[in-house]
């Protein structure tokens, strides 16, 4: 009998939607993990391994901000002001812009395809280019899909077709192993496999809440550009902060040397399961705290999550740096790579604290400061890559200042327009 009310309070905290949504960030990544193990531990020597994965998966996180700018981040923000008669064109109009961003993004790449063999580079060459014009179609359409029924509050379903594609992965893999096809092209294809019954399953379900006989959808776009436009400058710049480094490695030394720093970024992001978990969760709750309640509202609801973050994201940093060798050593044969992987972990604690800020900033409608904080951020990277980067725990260090310079930009700009918050 004394089990019980503990019982209870376990399911209680299980059936929180924060819980639920790292859960289910969980999975994501956890899958992500999966692939990049399987690239690191069986593609061929001389076919294009752990290196080219994380370089190629840097240009889709790239491309993906313009989906958030435009598309995710003002249905997270301006959904909970529609009506529930508006909603059905509301997203109908959020889809038709996806699929503009989605043939916007495939006309770069293959424009890319052409272009890219002026340049010597092993970062950023055609392969990639190729790879990412057949490859980002269904994970843009299963990342709207996503942030669409994290937005709706649907996130148990999210679970279930988040384990269903899961598992069909880790089935692919294990095939592709076992008749040694692994390369890092092969398992984008995979992968692009689980997109698509992710979506496919998505659509069949929810189709009906799309409304494309209203007239309204350009409503929409108006203000994806309006607001997004500021967000789409600063989330490419983010990516630069994230992934310059690796593409500069990969473009200048050799390939072991790449793929010993893909192998440390892809240790230090295992904190994105959390990390993005918790976004996705502030992003849409946040707005409607300070859609009811103000800045009075709001600001205790930062403050509980900031802390959070940065208890977490110091815990691992922690970890990472007394265990990460034997870690890097296992999934990766990089165990080497310590120090560099040390380095990059504190620097996730300021990146952290600078995707809080970010979230924060465009809750409150003031993208224009996060565009600021993101380019400052990108142009250290940029200009320390080129004139002080040696080797991989240069390249580490530049990846720390930047992330720290932008938390640095972006709480100035908060404490300047507190005023207009009240």
């Known amino acids: 009998m004394t089990d019980t009310p503990r019982k209870s309070l376990l399911f209680r905290l299980m059936a929180l939607p924060i819980v639920l949504v790292m859960f289910d960030q969980a999975l994501v990544s956890g899958a992500r993990l999966m692939t990049q193990v399987a690239v690191a531990k069986n593609t061929p020597a001389g076919q294009p391994g752990l290196g080219f994965y994380v370089s190629a998966f840097g240009f889709v996180v790239l491309l993906l901000t313009y989906l958030e700018s435009f598309v995710t981040t003002p249905v997270n923000v301006f959904l909970p002001r529609q009506s529930t008669e508006q909603r059905g064109s509301f997203f109908a109009g959020a889809i038709r812009l996806t699929f503009l961003v989605i043939v916007l993004s495939i006309s770069i790449c293959v424009a890319a395809y052409f272009l890219m063999s002026l340049f010597a580079s092993r970062a950023v ?21 996503r942030r669409w029924l994290l937005a709706t509050h649907r996130i148990r379903y999210l679970i279930v077709l988040d384990v269903v594609s899961s598992v069909v992965l880790a089935v692919l893999l294990i095939l592709a192993i076992n008749t040694q ?15 698509l019954l992710f979506v496919g399953m998505w659509w069949k379900r929810y189709r009906s809440e799309f409304d494309f006989e209203a007239r309204s959808e350009q409503r929409f776009a108006k203000i994806g550009w309006n607001y997004g436009r500021w967000v789409a400058g600063e989330g490419t710049f983010s990516a630069l902060v994230l992934y310059f480094t690796q593409w500069y490695v990969s473009a200048k030394f050799d390939q072991s040397s790449a793929d010993m720093y893909g192998a440390c970024l892809t240790l230090v992001f295992l904190a994105n399961p959390f990390l993005l978990g918790v976004t996705s969760y502030f992003s849409p709750r946040g707005a409607a705290i300070y859609h009811e309640s103000g800045w009075a509202g709001f600001k205790p609801f930062l403050s509980v999550y900031l802390v959070l973050v940065v208890a977490v994201l110091g815990v691992l940093a922690g970890l990472i740096g007394f265990c990460g060798r034997p870690v890097l050593e296992l999934l990766f044969g990089a165990g080497d790579a310590n120090r560099a992987a040390t380095i990059l972990s504190i620097g996730m604690i300021f990146q952290g604290i600078s995707f809080m800020l970010a979230m924060t900033l465009q809750t409150v409608q003031f993208p224009q400061i996060n565009t600021l904080a993101s380019f400052v951020g990108a142009l250290f990277v940029v200009v320390f890559s080129f004139l002080f ?20 930009v972006r709480w100035a700009g908060l404490y300047w327009m507190r005023q207009r918050l009240g």
């Open 181 to 195: 096809v692994v390369t890092a092209i092969s398992v984008f294809g995979l992968v692009t496999f689980g997109n």
């Open 125 to 145: 060459n055609r392969p990639i280019a190729l790879t990412l014009a057949w490859y980002l179609p269904c994970h843009m359409l299963r990342e709207f899909s």
């Open 389 to 408: 980067i040696k080797s991989i725990e240069t390249a580490a260090l530049g990846f720390l200042f930047s992330a720290l310079i932008s938390v640095v």
